[in-house]
DNA sequence: TCCGATGTTTGTCTTGGACGTTTGATGCAT
DNA sequence: ATGCATCAAACGTCCAAGACAAACATCGGA
């Protein structure tokens, strides 16, 4: 249902659909000579859909730590394979992944949510984010890259997970627990799925999540952990987050930060980064949120004790 | 705890912080002389928080409707000022709203949530959302443009809100239901409370509502209409949102949709539209949402019948 | 095998110009 | 006085080409 005709769009419309800044769209079209967009009566930038489609596909595949020199030349279909090949090695996609993609492409919102809801229940909240959620995540971003899932149905899908954990979280008491963790992303970083998933891994453990959602600035972080009297500062960045962006970010808020109060970052963003930071620690994958949680308290209870 | 002195801000920050795009800032400097950021040792500009602080001001009165060249000569009081003219007569801040400020204030997640759910309960979920949350969001808005409440204050507040009004949604039958109505809002707009509280004001009337959170293209819009067999699409905007993106966007979805499914355009930007759109249903308030579904079901019934 | 130096790639910032659209005011007709 | 059309100013967005710093990869040496 992808409209492969000719839609157009100006810079800003791809801009927006790209995700890439007007300034790179510009520079790639002078540097690479790719994407070549029409110019409009006035002189202005028009884009093929086509032209879309392959940035779009770029930007996932650098989202993943590909540089743009090495797949500037390549068509739509060599991008998709790429992307297919990097994928990591899934054991024959489990049938629960093929399962809820199917009651996704069927538009079965009811079922859906009902599914999600069982194994809630059956396997309680942590298993069901690790087990369940974080492979579904996947599963669903690798069939959209592939275009097997339109916009629309991954946003449902974000929307359906977002309703099934909130709702679980709500069961637990909110007041009171240690440590208090404050939860949010940087400026820019939108996607507050993650910062969900990791409340839901750490309410369980009777530790307080105080939840700012997504895009707090540096400053306020900092005001509002020592508002709270925060112990832990977490911060959760999407790959699509621009990596300058956030080590720029982690490193000001860990100085403006007391020393007493830690700082973790995690995301898919933080299996990209290479070298450790002072004072910062990094949780590449939820299981390793969790162990820090513990080591925390471990070390905590004896200090105290 | 709004730090005074001397941070600096990159031309990037400033964008992020204040919303006005890196264009407009150069542009205002060099028409108007304001900002005038001072130059690092590369030349790049560097904005202090004082600038940051009165751009941020204009921008939300120019949200409010003002041109930039009436108010880019005052200074930051004034401006203030000027918004609390502006600020619709109010009636002495109820007493709610002041207590729900103390709250946030005092940063007491566990009152606040305590008495947010007391008057959810109290007063229902639709008069919760038209006589408390509307009203307090106003209160809260306010508050923060006059320097009252902390970024971090406001982000938690939205973050409450968020977790009672999805509590409450969840409560009733998710299932079935007439009309269908489709919920969003357009790329860029990254508001969604909004789209929960339409959502509030409508699952209790029994109809059934499909969100797909924020930022869906227009594309999708249409597709996702007409794979639920949705009778409504509603988008949301809210007062910061780009009038000229908004009319663009809704009259190309108008293009796209089949006649037979209505297009309804709600929030805070919607009051500053003057003229009408031609198969587009503008609801400046949260009540005219009401009375549009009412009006629709009447009209559908008697059809029917 | 690990580390450091060097060259290349890549994104972001810069200036200054141009144009289209919206806004508000003025003048004219009803 | 109210409504409508015209016009000029105000304002935002786009364009081009250049510059530079940071990130990265590659190679050589310890």
Not at 111 to 135: E, N
Not at 271 to 288: F, K, N, W, Y
Request: glycine share 6%; aromatic share 4%.
């Amino acid at each position: 249902m992808a409209s492969p005709e000719g839609l157009a769009f100006n810079i800003s419309a791809a801009e927006r659909e790209t995700g890439l800044s007007k300034d790179v769209l510009r520079m790639w079209e002078r540097r690479y000579g790719f994407p070549q967009p029409t110019r409009d009566a006035n002189g202005e930038r028009v884009y093929a859909s086509a032209e879309v489609a392959k940035l779009r596909a770029m930007k996932r595949l650098m989202d993943a730590g590909v540089r743009p020199g090495k797949i500037i030349g390549l068509d739509l279909a060599a991008l998709n394979a790429m992307a297919e090949a990097r994928a990591p090695l899934r054991r024959e996609a489990p049938a629960l992944e093929r399962e809820v993609l199917a009651l996704l492409k069927a538009h079965d919102v009811v079922a859906l949510s009902t599914t999600l809801t069982t194994l809630l229940v059956r396997q309680g909240l942590q298993h069901f984010v690790t087990d369940t959620i974080a492979p579904l995540n996947r599963a669903v971003g690798e069939a959209w890259m592939r275009g097997e899932v339109e916009v629309f149905e991954e946003h449902l899908y974000t929307e359906q997970i977002q309703v099934a954990l909130r709702g679980a979280i709500n069961a637990f008491p909110r007041h009171a627990g240690s440590p208090r963790i404050l939860l949010t992303t940087l400026p820019g970083e939108l996607h507050a799925l993650g910062l969900l998933m990791v409340e839901a891994l750490i309410v369980p453990e009777g530790a307080q999540c105080i939840s700012l959602g997504p895009q707090t600035p540096t400053e306020d972080i900092r005001d509002a952990a020592l508002a709270h009297k925060a112990q832990i500062v977490a911060l959760s960045f999407s790959a699509g987050f621009p990596l300058r962006q956030a080590t720029e970010g982690l490193a000001s808020l860990r100085r403006e930060l007391p020393p007493a109060i830690m700082l973790w970052a995690g995301g898919e963003l933080t299996r990209r980064v290479r070298r450790t930071m002072a004072g910062i620690v990094l949780l590449p994958d939820l299981t390793s949120a969790l162990t820090a949680l513990r080591s925390y308290r471990a070390h905590h209870v004896s200090q105290a004790a």
